[in-house]
C-alpha cells in the first residue's frame, strides 16, 4: 500500500513537472510569435497610416490569415508540445466536462485563442502584411477611383484605377473609400509576394475633391 502510494506521489511530481515545462515552452513559443509579428508590422508598409485597397476580397485574406494561424498552432502541438501523432492531436478535440479538461489542454487552447487575439492588431490582415514584405511599385501617381461593381457585402466596395492602358482591380471598405470613387487620389499601386495591393494617402484624401479643380487651373495658368 505504502508503495503504492510512493509511486503515485511520483507520478504526480512527473506531471507536474512536465505541465511546468510545457508552460515554459508555450510562453517561449508565445514570445518569439509576438517579436516576428512586431518585426513583420514594422518591416511592412501596409500597416502605415495609408488607407488599403486589395487586389484579392478582403474577407480572403482574413480567412488566409486565419488559415496561418491554424497552422502554425499545429505546429506548435507537434514540435512545442510533443504532440507529433494522431491520437495525441485528436486528445485535444475529445469532449470533456466543464471541470474536466487536463490542464494541458486547456493550455493548449488558451495558446491558440491569444494567437487568434493577435489577428486583431494585425490591421488590414496577418496575410495582406506578410504579401508586403516584397512592395515592388507598379504605379505611384494620381488617378481616378472608378467604381468597378459592389463588394461581397456592404462593408466593401470595388474599384479600379487605370495607367498607361493598364487596369488594377481593387477592394477596400466602403466607409473608407465609398466617399471616394470617381474622384481623383494619390495612389501608389504595388506588387506584393503574391498579390498587387494599393496604398492611398490620407492627408490625399481630404483634398480629393480638389485635384480636378486644381488641375484645371494649371491648365488655364499655361
Known amino acids: 500500500m505504502k508503495f503504492k502510494k510512493i509511486i503515485a506521489r511520483k507520478a504526480e511530481q512527473e506531471q507536474s513537472l512536465n505541465f511546468t515545462q510545457l508552460i515554459i515552452r508555450s510562453l517561449l513559443f508565445l514570445l518569439g510569435l509576438a517579436i516576428f509579428w512586431i518585426l513583420l508590422l514594422i518591416t511592412s508598409n501596409v500597416a502605415k497610416k495609408e488607407l488599403f485597397l486589395s487586389e484579392i476580397p478582403i474577407v480572403y485574406t482574413w480567412l488566409i490569415s486565419l488559415l496561418l494561424v491554424i497552422t502554425l498552432w499545429f505546429v506548435y502541438l507537434i514540435l512545442i508540445t510533443g504532440d507529433n501523432t494522431l491520437s495525441k492531436i485528436l486528445r485535444n478535440f475529445k469532449l470533456y466536462g466543464t471541470f474536466g479538461i487536463p490542464s494541458d489542454v486547456g493550455l493548449k487552447w488558451w495558446t491558440v485563442f491569444i494567437m487568434i487575439v493577435c489577428l486583431y492588431f494585425s490591421p488590414p490582415s496577418l496575410y495582406s502584411n506578410i504579401n508586403a514584405l516584397y512592395h515592388g511599385v507598379i504605379f505611384e501617381g494620381k488617378a481616378i477611383l472608378s467604381k468597378d461593381g ?10 479600379s484605377v ?11 471598405k466602403t466607409k473608407q473609400f465609398g466617399s471616394l470613387r470617381n474622384k481623383e487620389v494619390h495612389i501608389t499601386v504595388y506588387q506584393g509576394l503574391f498579390s498587387k495591393y494599393a496604398l492611398v494617402e490620407p492627408a490625399v484624401m481630404f483634398n480629393s475633391g480638389n485635384f480636378l479643380q486644381e488641375r484645371r487651373q494649371e491648365a488655364d495658368h499655361r
Open 150 to 159: 459592389r463588394g461581397r457585402d456592404n462593408r466593401f466596395v470595388r474599384v
Open 162 to 172: 487605370e495607367s498607361r492602358g493598364e487596369q488594377y482591380r481593387f477592394e477596400g
